[in-house]
């Protein structure tokens, strides 16, 4: 069975950069045509697609968080990264990585494995 889960601090203070890990087991980073992905949930916002890393390592992120976000992946341990930096109260939220197949030839991809999921309070 594929399963992801998520690390990292608990807690983080504003305009400090948060850092997150995903590790993952029962499947390879690099399998073909899966997408690898980090997804936030907040009672304000509700459910937000962050970004994801392709087998090849290309990433695509959402405009909501282009700008101060990366997502990395480090072949050799089979996990993947995320970092947001100057993060604020408002982004306080349970952080979950994601995997998601893709369908239709590669238009079209569903998250088919979730993480239990990690909460980050951003407060000083």
């Known amino acids: 069975q594929v399963r992801v889960q998520e690390s990292g601090p608990g807690l983080v203070k504003p305009s400090q950069p948060l850092s997150l890990a995903c590790s993952i087991s029962?499947?390879?980073?690099?399998?073909?045509?899966?997408?690898w992905g980090w997804v936030r949930q907040s009672p304000g916002k509700g459910l937000e697609w962050m970004g994801v890393?392709?087998?090849?390592?290309?990433?695509y992120l959402s405009p909501a968080f282009k700008s101060r976000t990366s997502i990395s992946r480090d072949t050799s341990k089979n996990q993947f990264s995320l970092q947001v930096n100057s993060v604020a109260p408002e982004d306080t939220a349970t952080y979950y990585c994601?995997?998601?197949?893709?369908?239709?030839?590669?238009?079209?991809?569903?998250?088919?494995?979730w993480g239990q999921g990690t909460l980050v309070i951003v407060s000083s």
């Open positions: 029962g499947a390879s980073i690099t399998d073909k045509y899966y997408l």
């Open positions: 994601v995997r998601s197949g893709t369908e239709s030839g590669g238009i079209i991809s569903i998250i088919d494995t």
């Open positions: 890393i392709d087998f090849h390592g290309f990433t």
